[in-house]
């Protein structure tokens, strides 16, 4: 089977590579920007096929859409942190969107009948109210961050193109994932790295922002193997949330990670750290996903937190 990740060089595209493979026999195709890092991927070696690829190149996209013709495709790639997009927004629309209506149309183009997924975001669901957790798929998208309007944007274009074309799209709309290789500018990775540099004396404290925010935290490889499940047995043109149902507070986070290293750090609070607009509550109901597919986490948080402070315990 041919399989196509976009953005394969990142976060969760390596860790799904790392799923395809231990699924049996597989050609995996991976798509990334000329200047993406690969430390990600190197342990696979040559066991895939990665092409250079701009997804806002409508071109290129088209021609390795019909060379290789995968009969999946997972649309991961974006600019998928929050915060840049504050300083980006034109260029977090542009590739979020752009690069989404690319390759839809070149599976148009093609002919061809492939099962795509399109990882949306919880982000979408922005402010909400109290009374509206667990969040389920059908609450309202009130996004308070160019990252959540872009993936609004995505999310609306996998239905459309689905209605309007009949493209086997499944839309999912992950909650915060996180676990070894997540980049160091997102919260958890980054409190491991402070929390180790303060015990190694190499910063005088670890520096935050928003603590009381909440989160639902799902092990990225709990999530990649959703997304693999969704491309099994959910339904074309559907959306599903996937998440623990469980949330924490960036506080309880910070305090778990603190106690896995044992260390005794002190903790600023820095305003710089603050976005202009945070979303407050994030917890999901995951039984829609759940009941169509048999999906459920299985990796305990703990334990990921676990993971992360040991892969950079590592590099640092």
Same mark, same amino acid.
């Given at each position: 089977?041919?399989?196509?990740?976009?953005?394969?060089?990142?976060?969760?595209? &390596?860790?799904?590579?790392?799923?395809?493979?231990?699924?049996?026999?597989?050609?995996?195709?991976?798509?990334?920007?000329?200047?993406?890092?690969?430390?990600?991927?190197?342990? %696979?070696?040559?066991?895939?096929?990665?092409?250079?690829?701009?997804?806002?190149?409508?071109?290129?996209?088209?021609?390795?859409?019909?060379?290789?013709?995968?009969?999946?495709?997972?649309?991961?790639?974006?600019?998928?942190? !929050?915060?840049? @997009?504050?300083? %980006?927004?034109?260029?977090?629309?542009?590739? *979020?969107?752009?690069?989404?209506?690319?390759?839809?149309?070149?599976?148009?183009?093609?002919?061809?009948?492939?099962?795509?997924?399109?990882?949306?975001?919880?982000?979408?669901?922005?402010?909400?109210?109290? &009374?509206?957790?667990?969040?389920?798929?059908?609450?309202?998208?009130?996004?308070?961050?160019?990252?959540?309007?872009? #993936?609004?944007? $995505?999310?609306?274009?996998?239905?459309?193109?689905?209605? &309007?074309?009949?493209?086997?799209?499944?839309?999912?709309?992950?909650? *915060?994932?996180?676990?070894?290789?997540?980049?160091?500018?997102?919260?958890? @990775?980054? +409190?491991?790295?402070?929390?180790?540099?303060?015990? #190694?004396?190499?910063?005088?404290?670890?520096?935050?922002?928003?603590?009381?925010?909440?989160?639902?935290?799902?092990?990225?490889?709990?999530? !990649?193997?959703?997304?693999?499940?969704? %491309?099994?047995?959910?339904?074309?043109?559907?959306?599903? *949330?996937?998440? &623990?149902?469980?949330?924490?507070?960036?506080?309880?986070?910070?305090?778990?990670?603190?106690?896995?290293?044992?260390?005794?750090?002190?903790?600023?609070?820095?305003?710089?750290? +603050?976005?202009? @607009?945070?979303?407050?509550?994030?917890?999901?109901?995951?039984?829609?996903? #759940?009941? $169509?597919?048999?999906?459920?986490?299985?990796?305990?948080?703990?334990?990921?937190?676990?993971?992360?402070?040991?892969?950079?315990?590592?590099?640092?």
């Amino acid at each position: 089977m041919k399989i196509l990740i976009t953005g394969i060089t990142g976060f969760a595209g &390596s860790h799904l590579a790392d799923y395809a493979f231990a699924q049996g026999e597989v050609e995996i195709y991976g798509t990334a920007r000329w200047r993406s890092p690969s430390q990600n991927i190197e342990h %696979l070696g040559d066991r895939i096929t990665v092409i250079d690829a701009d997804l806002r190149d409508a071109s290129s996209v088209e021609s390795l859409v019909a060379e290789i013709k995968p009969e999946r495709i997972f649309h991961l790639a974006a600019q998928s942190y !929050v915060v840049s @997009s504050w300083k %980006l927004p034109t260029e977090t629309i542009t590739t *979020n969107l752009v690069g989404t209506v690319n390759i839809f149309e070149a599976v148009r183009r093609a002919k061809y009948e492939p099962r795509l997924l399109v990882a949306c975001s919880s982000e979408e669901y922005g402010f909400v109210d109290p &009374s509206e957790v667990p969040i389920t798929e059908d609450n309202p998208l009130r996004p308070l961050s160019p990252y959540g309007v872009s #993936k609004v944007g $995505q999310d609306l274009l996998s239905y459309q193109y689905f209605k &309007s074309y009949g493209l086997n799209v499944v839309r999912t709309r992950a909650f *915060n994932h996180t676990g070894p290789r997540r980049g160091r500018v997102f919260v958890c @990775s980054n +409190f491991a790295i402070q929390v180790l540099e303060a015990q #190694k004396g190499l910063r005088p404290c670890v520096e935050v922002g928003n603590l009381e925010a909440v989160r639902d935290f799902t092990d990225v490889r709990d999530t !990649v193997r959703a997304y693999w499940r969704a %491309l099994e047995a959910a339904e074309p043109g559907e959306v599903y *949330n996937i998440c &623990s149902g469980t949330g924490y507070k960036i506080q309880d986070v910070l305090d778990m990670l603190i106690g896995i290293s044992g260390a005794e750090v002190d903790v600023s609070v820095n305003p710089d750290r +603050f976005r202009p @607009s945070d979303v407050p509550l994030l917890i999901g109901d995951n039984s829609k996903f #759940k009941r $169509q597919t048999g999906w459920q986490p299985e990796i305990p948080f703990e334990q990921t937190l676990s993971d992360i402070m040991d892969y950079w315990r590592e590099r640092i």
